[in-house]
């Protein structure tokens, strides 16, 4: 065995026992990094005691050491044991879950499921070998774009675990639950795991479990045949057959009515269901990622959340972190927005300021990766750093819903938040979404980019009703570039 390469390149060692594959990932790797190859686990064993040692392993899920009946988690917790430095690539055929978990909790960085992508082995060993290389320019970069309008971003110790995570279990085809405080990118989280996923070129859909009612929810997700009900004219496919071999997303799931959880679970145990008023099945292969904010276990003991549902979901579960736990990445987060918002508005990004800058970082953010986000929308629209910086200071928070009287009849709301501008920003900006969608609950939160249960509750937290609908109210009110001081 001879390694292959330039002798300051990082050193990698493969073990596997088809040559075809040994060739393979030597073909893909041999022009940047030394690659060593093996087909027995004695030789390889030996090239862990040469020195200087190896700084990557790649190793055969399926190999075993016949000598000692020594599987490949046997060989990969004594290697640990040996270098717990060394960071070791898993190569696996296909891999049960409760192995995927072990080989992830003896330190393993990575599972590869054969036939192997080339970009797949690329990232992989970047990944754990970015301490000895030296990228180019746009290879340190803290976005993963997702599509034209979402980009994962992860610049702490903590997302990059994320990252790792989501990675890790997009390519084990298993359900997934995603838990974390409102606002901290649990739909992010998602849609990263579905692009590193092998149904990356299939559909991704969201479903808000919490957003309609329970008879509305299920002819959504599961269809339904004509006459099912009134107004069923025709027949319709719910979002498990438009999704079929791709991912669905079902955010809220913990406020998903129970009848519609039994449902639920006989897709995730055999992929059938039957459309409403529909006496045949349909079967569909789709991979099913759900979110909650909600404590979950508390649910179970409540009775409002079925145990057995909880554990055919949690086939892995991703923990989001609340922003106040990774402040360190509000610099970065509050940049990526900017340039986001700017590009949507087509208008040029503006400077943050140190001051300002201060002022977001010290802040708690109780609403998280939203309302860090929602904030430098607000300070783009208006171009006003101190309102922003006394919105955010603790004293100005304190007296934040005091400073808006409510209009004689309820009419006048926008109104009260013009005069208000400063001191209420995030209702401004409800108003204002509410306002140019017609008093749409649901288009504006779409807009704004919370949920729907969230936005009436800032509608009601607020005290925001439609205005009047006579002519003279209509000539009366401002329009929203006046009250923005456009």
Not at 6 to 21: C, E, F, K, T, W
């Amino acid at each position: 065995m001879k390694p292959q390469g330039s002798n300051q390149s990082p050193h990698i060692v493969v073990l596997d026992r088809d040559p075809a594959i040994l060739k393979y990932i030597h073909d893909i790797l041999a022009d940047r990094f030394r690659v060593s190859t093996c087909t027995e686990v004695a030789e390889f064993n030996l090239s862990l005691t040469r020195l200087p040692g190896p700084d990557l392993l790649l190793m055969d899920w399926h190999v075993t050491e016949d000598e000692f009946e020594e599987n490949a988690l046997g060989l990969l917790a004594k290697t640990r044991a040996l270098n717990p430095l060394l960071p070791i690539i898993m190569l696996a055929c296909s891999a049960e879950l409760k192995e995927v978990v072990a080989a992830t909790r003896m330190g393993a960085a990575d599972v590869i499921l054969k036939p192997f992508i080339k970009k797949e082995i690329d990232f992989s060993v970047d990944q754990c070998l970015k301490p000895f290389c030296k990228p180019v320019a746009d290879e340190d970069v803290s976005e993963i774009p997702l599509d034209e309008n979402t980009s994962f971003v992860r610049s702490s110790k903590r997302m990059r675990e994320i990252e790792s995570q989501c990675t890790l279990v997009a390519r084990a085809d298993i359900p997934v639950l995603i838990l974390g405080e409102s606002g901290t990118g649990k739909e992010v989280a998602a849609m990263l795991i579905h692009k590193m996923s092998a149904r990356n070129q299939r559909s991704f859909l969201k479903v808000n479990c919490a957003a309609m009612p329970a008879d509305l929810l299920e002819s959504e997700l599961f269809g339904y045949e004509q006459g099912a009900f009134t107004g069923a004219v025709k027949s319709k496919p719910g979002k498990f057959e438009i999704c079929n071999n791709g991912t669905i997303f079902l955010d809220e799931i913990g406020e998903m009515p129970p009848a519609l959880q039994a449902k639920l679970l006989q897709v995730l145990q055999d992929g059938s269901f039957s459309r409403l008023g529909s006496r045949s099945s349909v079967k569909v292969d789709v991979r099913v990622i759900a979110a909650t904010n909600i404590d979950i276990k508390a649910a179970i003991a409540q009775k409002t959340f079925r145990e057995d549902l909880y554990y055919r979901l949690n086939g892995f579960t991703v923990r989001m972190p609340p922003l106040r736990d990774r402040a360190e990445e509000i610099p970065i987060l509050s940049q990526h927005f900017m340039r986001k918002v700017a590009t949507k508005y087509g208008c040029d990004p503006l400077p943050i300021s140190p001051a300002l800058m201060r002022s977001l970082t010290a802040f708690s953010w109780p609403g998280n990766l939203r309302e860090l986000e929602n904030t430098i929308k607000r300070y783009l629209v208006l171009g006003d750093e101190q309102a922003i910086i006394e919105e955010l200071s603790p004293a100005q928070k304190a007296g934040f819903l005091s400073t808006y009287p409510e209009e004689p009849g309820g009419s006048g709301n926008l109104k009260s938040l013009v005069r208000n501008l400063k001191g209420n920003a995030e209702a401004l900006a409800i108003a204002q979404s509410l306002e140019g969608t017609g008093w749409n609950r649901k288009a504006a939160a779409s807009d704004l980019q919370i949920s729907y249960k969230a936005l009436l509750y800032k509608i009601k937290q607020y005290n925001l009703t439609p205005p009047r609908k006579s002519p003279e109210f209509i000539a009366q009110r401002p329009s929203l570039n006046e009250a923005s001081g456009a």
